[in-house]
């Protein structure tokens, strides 16, 4: 679904990612792991066309998206939950849904995709017309979520979906990416909670340094004492 | 009905009905309150609605007045027909401002000085070409002030008070339609924050640049306004920086991103400086720039006591709720 191939990615003279190559299958769960400022933030956004790559590409179901605009790519399918949620906080929460939908990808159907995130997160039907800023965090990362699924999407990279978030939040973060995917969505997990995604993942690659270190099946890499030494502290 | 529509209607006929009491000196107090108005939700569209700073918005005043009354002068084109030129140039002008701030990612105060650079070097631009006339001026033939001639744009003082209500009333409507409109939306999200906009697949540079060449086709059309009631045009006053930043005050006192705010921020704030200039003359000494003090003052105390501005805090005290199905900006 996603192939990523020499991805270089430069802040100024800083570089970020160095060669980055990955791959996800359709239907996966792709994990990405790493130590902060090993660049999966960075990864994320020069996916997503929210940076432009020096060298290197990105496929996205067979489209060349590399260097390609935010609006362009959203509009392809590939969806993300940015870090810290990144919510409207002054609009409503309903504005911020209505938000995901201006893709135009989104905009025929963007009433049954709204039902649909009613019925997944009831308890933001019940706070539809409350601003997005009063919300706690898990509704606002529920929030975040809905608005994206808004758009479409058919494969969605989450960064730091459980930052913040109070531990039985995190439980409820992960069951619903977890729901996702057996609904069918590709997902790309990027966290600090490398026991969790590396549990749920399928597929699972280990950046450091912006570069991958390490790619295999998830439950592999769990059982790997580089990892567990590195990331589980085991 | 809603309150606000009660308001709104209100306002409407006070100002409609002004000229049944009202003599030629407060008549011409009120076109100049009504073009602030008209002025200011222009400006507001770019700054309030999707958040993009321009101080050098007497740009497309002054090239939508100087546009419609060169072809006057020059060509004889009536102004009915000379006013889409204006807004052509002028959004022109906008897209062209846009496009180089956007596209290179000039953001913030650094894009409200490139706004200003384009004002002032614009400025410099007309005071060279002789057929405007150059810093002496470009003059309208005064035609007959009696009749009504709404295509040439001659005739009574009264014909452009009610002109320029039209206008302001205009502009009102089409402001709340838009707030509502899926533009509307992504402006908004652009303002609150263009990251999140941007990750949603939001295209922020065709929102911004939208909201550029909007606001300055409708500032335009005030340029137009100003030139065939007054009459005469000068660079330094068409496209001068005090004119950018006597346009803003407006939506700024009256609160920014709100309908209502222009409309309210005018009203206070030039009778203030009419006031201030008779006071000050009845008391028998000339005070230049006393008016500019005022404004100063003026915006002092907004910033210390209501910092989102008078609407916000009068719509608290008339009882009326931010979004009562009004379009009103959710603030």
């Not at chain 1, 409207?88 to 504005?95: A, G, I, L, R, Y």
């Not at chain 1, 601003?131 to 606002?140: D, F, I, K, R």
């Not at chain 2, 205009?170 to 908004?188: D, K, N, Q």
């Amino acid at each position: 679904m996603l192939d990523v191939r020499d991805l270089d990615l430069f802040y100024g003279d800083a570089q970020a990612l160095a060669g980055v190559s990955f791959g996800v299958p359709l239907g996966s769960i792709t994990a990405i792991v790493g130590a902060n400022g090993a660049g999966k933030t960075s990864l994320i956004r020069a996916i997503a066309g929210m940076e432009t790559p020096r060298a290197g590409t990105v496929r996205f179901d067979g489209h060349d998206i590399t260097g390609r605009e935010s609006f362009e790519i959203c509009d392809l399918g590939l969806g993300q939950v940015a870090e810290g949620r990144q919510v409207f906080p002054t609009m409503s929460v309903e504005d911020n849904l209505e938000l995901g939908a201006m893709v135009p990808r989104a905009r025929k159907d963007a009433a049954a995709s709204l039902e649909r995130v009613w019925q997944m997160f009831p308890r933001l039907l019940e706070r539809r017309r409350q601003m997005a800023g009063t919300l706690s965090g898990g509704e606002q990362q529920m929030l975040a979520i809905g608005r994206c699924l808004m758009g479409q999407p058919r494969m969605i990279m989450f960064d730091e979906p459980s930052l913040g978030l109070s531990p039985a939040m995190v439980h409820e973060v992960f069951a619903i990416i977890r729901r996702l995917h057996e609904e069918g969505m590709t997902i790309v997990l990027v966290e600090q909670n490398v026991a969790v995604s590396l549990h749920m993942a399928d597929h699972a690659c280990v950046l450091e340094n912006g570069h991958v270190v390490m790619e295999g099946r998830g439950s592999d890499l769990l059982g790997d004492d580089r990892v567990r030494a590195a990331y589980l502290g085991l | 009905m809603s309150r606000q529509a009660i308001l709104l209607g209100l306002l409407l006929a006070a100002f409609a009905l002004a000229p049944l009491v009202a003599g030629p000196y407060l008549l011409s107090v009120l076109v100049v309150v009504m073009y602030f108005a008209y002025v200011g939700q222009a400006w507001n569209i770019m700054m309030g609605f999707a958040g993009q700073l321009s101080l050098g918005h007497t740009l497309y005043v002054g090239l939508g007045a100087y546009t419609a009354a060169a072809l006057f002068v020059h060509l004889g084109v009536p102004a009915v027909f000379g006013l889409f030129a204006s807004v052509a140039v002028a959004a022109l002008a906008g897209g062209v401002v846009g496009s180089l701030g956007f596209r290179f990612g000039v953001k913030g105060v650094y894009f409200a000085l490139l706004t200003i650079a384009f004002a002032e070097f614009t400025r410099i631009l007309f005071e060279h070409i002789p057929g405007l006339g150059g810093p002496g001026g470009l003059f309208l033939p005064v035609g007959d002030r009696s009749g009504i001639d709404l295509v040439h744009l001659r005739g009574h003082p009264l014909m452009f008070y009610y002109l320029i209500l039209a206008m302001t009333a205009g502009i009102f409507l089409l402001c709340r339609r838009l707030v509502r409109s899926r533009l509307g939306y992504t402006w908004l999200a652009v303002r609150e924050d263009q990251e999140a906009a941007a990750a949603l697949g939001i295209n922020v540079f065709r929102a911004k640049l939208a909201a550029v060449m909007l606001s300055a086709g409708l500032t335009a059309l005030g340029g137009v306004f100003f030139a065939f009631y007054y009459n005469n045009l000068f660079p330094n006053q068409a496209f001068g920086m005090n004119r950018s930043i006597e346009i803003i005050l407006a939506p700024i006192v009256g609160g920014l991103g709100t309908l209502f705010g222009p409309i309210l921020g005018a009203l206070i704030l030039t009778p203030l400086g009419e006031g201030i200039t008779m006071a000050t003359e009845a008391m028998g000494f000339k005070a230049a720039g006393i008016k500019q003090l005022c404004y100063g003052l003026a915006l002092l105390a907004i910033v210390k006591f209501l910092p989102d501005g008078v609407w916000p805090w009068a719509r608290a005290r008339l009882g009326l709720e931010p979004g009562d199905g009004d379009g009103e900006d959710d603030r």
